[in-house]
Every structure is written in structure tokens, then in C-alpha cells.
């Protein structure tokens, strides 16, 4: 509303002005008998009052000045004082972003977490925080520009970098300042060719985790030996000599069996976890579906139809021992939790991309949906009593999940209610073996 009545004004006055001036050069002109010379002038001068305003205008633009407050009226003031209007509000906006700016720069240079924007065709440093100096060592503005598996030059970081993970945060990678600086990365894909990398020192948790897993590793190792005494002792007895004491003796030979095959599970998983890496060497696949078979009909005891499957014509390079043992917790659990009747089939074939599957599949009780992404998780079990009864540990995924993860494996489960499911351990084509 007021521009609209700037501009009227301004109008107004600068036909009034050229009205007066033209009428006074009429009257010039008619007086003097020079009406062509005087009109003229009058031109000339208001062109030149034009060329010197917008001259003005120019000189301050093209200065990157801010033009002063206009005072006057008609229509060069009244560009002038839009372009000063104009001016002020650019200048008050940019003000406002290098404030927020600022302020963003000033919270994430806070975090204790360090934050790191990197390139993502080269992984060169865009940007780093102060905590990202700390927990990495790196110097501003040297650090700039360089990349970060220069830094970080481990396989680990490079492999995970390279597959562009989001989801899981690479845990207990050292840092280049201190070895016993434990941290963990988090990769968010922020926009198409950046990533910002969070830096979390997880030394405490780290060794929260080393001493649980100690504990645990510890305890079992030393309940071992008094279960070994009291199974002896158990084995001794014999019931006919007390035949009251039979159905005792019975219960107390079985649940000190358990006892054992517990302490047994979760030594395995504690050894597995220690371990970064295991030793690889040919796993010959044949003989081990055979071994499978033949274990799964001891257990089965006839119940069911076990049947196996090798189209795959290749072997693994592997830990053969722990693949083993994963595979035959599969089968063990497709032949512990599928009912009289069923069918157990171990397949062996080649995916898509190269690498290799061992699947069970078994036409069992099947899992619900909700109970799938927290099976694999220490003592986790969908009835606790069908467990227990098929001689079950609670274990069994948590150390098929470990074997897979250190052969960079992983297991996709399958399953619908009533019918059965299919475990898969998937591995890549680096563990695949021609034969
Ligand atoms: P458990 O020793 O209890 O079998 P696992 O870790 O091997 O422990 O399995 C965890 C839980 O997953 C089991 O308690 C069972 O409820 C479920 N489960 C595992 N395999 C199967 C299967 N083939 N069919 C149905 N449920 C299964």
C-alpha cells in the first residue's frame, strides 16, 4: 500500500516538474523569440539530470555499496529508495543465515561426538568438528582435503565405507591417537555426494563388554569342573539298587546334562566373540551334507523325512569346525521343533550374485513374524517350554549368527505359522571354492 502510494506520488511530482519546467522554457522561448533553442536546453537538461542520477545509482551498485536514505520525491528518488529498501532486507536476511550458520557451526563443534562431512566419490575431509580432532587426531586446516581412510587406515573402515552402510554403525575401531581409544562410526547418507559421519568414543562400553564377556566365558569355565564331579558321581549310581530313587536319579541325570550342554554353548559363544577372525581353509561341502544327514536322522530317530540337496557343484573356504556347528544347530532345530511326519531338507546352491547358500528347510511349528528380528539374540525363544523339552539351549541362533558374522556370512529366516520355515546362511562369492 505505501509502495503504491511512493509511486503515485513520485509520478505526480516528476510530471509536475516537467510540466513547470516546459511551461517556464515556453515562456522563455516565446519571450526571447528562441522557442527551439530554449525547448532544447530544457531537454538537454533534464537528460542530463537523468544520465547523472542513473550514473549515481550505478556507481553504488557496482561499488556493492548501500545506497544512502533518499530524501526528495519523483521517480529516481523513488528507485532509489526501492533499491536502498531492497538492500536493507538482503542484507538483514543474510545476517540471519550467518547467525543460524553460526550457530549450527557453534552446536556441532559442542557435540562430544565427533562429526566429520565427507566426499563421498573420494572420501576427502569437507568438514570436521572438534571432538572429530580429538577422537582422530585431525589438525585444522591441514586435515582439510585429505582423505579419511588416511586416517583411518584400516580394512575394516575401508570395506564399510566402500559398501555405503547406513544402518549398522561399525563398532570398536581403534583410534589413530590412541590404540586403546575405542570408537565407533555411524555413516548417514545426508545428501547425494556427502556423508556425515558421526565419531562415538565407546571405549567404556567396549570394556563393559570385554569384562561381561570374561564373566561369562569365566563362570562357565568354572562351573565346568563341579558338573564333570557331579555327572560322575550321578553315573555311578545305579537305580536298581534303589528303585525308589529311579525316577530321580533320571531327572537329575538329565538336567545335569543340560547343565553340561549350557556350559558347553556358552563357551563356544564366548570363544566365538573373542575372535576377530577365524582360520580359513577348504570346507569340502559334500561330505559335510552327508555328516548333516546322518546327524539329523540320529536325532530324528525316523520321525521325519530328511532329505538333502547339492546343486551348488562348489566348496566354501571357511572355518570347517564352526561351520559346522552352525549348520547342524539349523538342522537340529528344523528337526527339534518340526512335529512327527515332517520333512527336513538341507539344500546346498549358488545365489544369484555369485556366492553360495546352505538353506534347512523344515515343514515345522514355523515362527510368527513379531518373534523374527530378536531371534538370534542370546536365550530368546518363542516358547520357552517347547525349548526346554527338545533339549533346546536358547543358544543355538546366537552362535550360528557369530560363525556366519566372521565369515562375513549372514542368515536370512524364512517362516510362516503351520508351515514350516527355511533357514539360509548366505555367503558371498569371496567364500566360494571351485572345485
Ligand atoms: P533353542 O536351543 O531354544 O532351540 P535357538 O537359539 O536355536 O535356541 O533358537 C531360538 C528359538 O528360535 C527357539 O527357541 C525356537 O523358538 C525358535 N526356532 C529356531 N529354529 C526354529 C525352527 N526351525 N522352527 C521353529 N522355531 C524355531
Redesign the pocket.
Known amino acids: 500500500m505505501r509502495r503504491s502510494l511512493l509511486m503515485r506520488l513520485a509520478w505526480r511530482q516528476s510530471l509536475l516538474r516537467l510540466l513547470l519546467l516546459y511551461s517556464a522554457a515556453v515562456l522563455v522561448g516565446w519571450w526571447t523569440g528562441q522557442m527551439a533553442w530554449v525547448l532544447l536546453i530544457a531537454t538537454a537538461l533534464v537528460a542530463a539530470r537523468g544520465y547523472w542520477r542513473l550514473f549515481r545509482v550505478l556507481r553504488f551498485l557496482d561499488w556493492r555499496k548501500q545506497l544512502r536514505t533518499v530524501h526528495g520525491q519523483g521517480l529516481w528518488a523513488a528507485l532509489e529508495t526501492l533499491i536502498h529498501r531492497r538492500q536493507t532486507e538482503t542484507r538483514a536476511r543474510a545476517r540471519r543465515l550467518v547467525r543460524l550458520l553460526r550457530a549450527y557451526r557453534q552446536a556441532a563443534t559442542a557435540m562430544p561426538d565427533g562429526a566429520l562431512i565427507v566426499d563421498r566419490r573420494d572420501n576427502h575431509l569437507i568438514w570436521f568438528n572438534k571432538s572429530a580432532r580429538r577422537l582422530l587426531g585431525l589438525n585444522y586446516p591441514h586435515s582439510l582435503g585429505t582423505s579419511l581412510l588416511e586416517t583411518l587406515s584400516s580394512p575394516a573402515v575401508s570395506e564399510w565405507l566402500r559398501a555405503g552402510q547406513t544402518e549398522e554403525p561399525l563398532m570398536d575401531v581403534p583410534s589413530p591417537v590412541d590404540a586403546n581409544l575405542r570408537l565407533s562410526l555411524r555413516l548417514l547418507r545426508y545428501s547425494p555426494d556427502q556423508w556425515l559421519i558421526v565419531v562415538r568414543d565407546v571405549t567404556q562400553l567396549m570394556r563393559l563388554e570385554h569384562v561381561r564377556r570374561d564373566f561369562v566365558a569365566n563362570v562357565s569355565h568354572e562351573l565346568r569342573t563341579p558338573l564333570t564331579v557331579v555327572h560322575g558321581y550321578l553315573d555311578m549310581m545305579e537305580p536298581t539298587e534303589n528303585p525308589e530313587w529311579a525316577p530321580m536319579l533320571e531327572e537329575m541325570r538329565k538336567q545335569s546334562q543340560r547343565m553340561n550342554e549350557l556350559l558347553e554353548d556358552l563357551l563356544t559363544l564366548s570363544r566365538l566373540e573373542a575372535r576377530d577372525h577365524l582360520t580359513d581353509e577348504a570346507v569340502a561341502m559334500e561330505p559335510l551334507l552327508i555328516t548333516l544327514r546322518r546327524e539329523a536322522e540320529a536325532l530324528s530317530q525316523g520321525r521325519h523325512t530328511i532329505a538333502i540337496e547339492n546343486s551348488a557343484h562348489c566348496d566354501l573356504t571357511g572355518a570347517s569346525k564352526e561351520l559346522h556347528s552352525a549348520f547342524s ?1 539349523l538342522v537340529s ?2 528337526v ?2 518340526t512335529p512327527t511326519g515332517g520333512q527336513v531338507s538341507i539344500r546346498f546352491a549358488r545365489t544369484a550374485d555369485g556366492g553360495a547358500a546352505l538353506s534347512v528347510q ?1 515343514s ?4 510368527p513374524a513379531q518373534h523374527l528380528p530378536r ?1 538370534t539374540e542370546r536365550f ?4 520357552t517350554s ?2 526346554r523339552e527338545s533339549g ?7 552362535i550360528v549368527k557369530h560363525v556366519l558374522g566372521l565369515h562375513g556370512a549372514h542368515l536370512q529366516i524364512e ?1 510362516e505359522v503351520g508351515r514350516g ?1 527355511t ?1 539360509s546362511c548366505v555367503f558371498g562369492a569371496e567364500r566360494v571354492l571351485a572345485r
Not at 515345522?364 to 515362527?367: D, E, Q, R
Not at 533346546?392 to 546366537?398: D, N, Q, V
Request: aromatic residues 14%; positive net charge.
Open positions: 544347530n532345530n528344523a527339534r521343533y523344515d515345522g511349528y514355523g515362527i531371534i530368546y525363544r518363542v516358547s517347547r525349548s533346546g539351549t536358547g543358544l543355538g541362533l546366537s517362516s520355515s533357514f
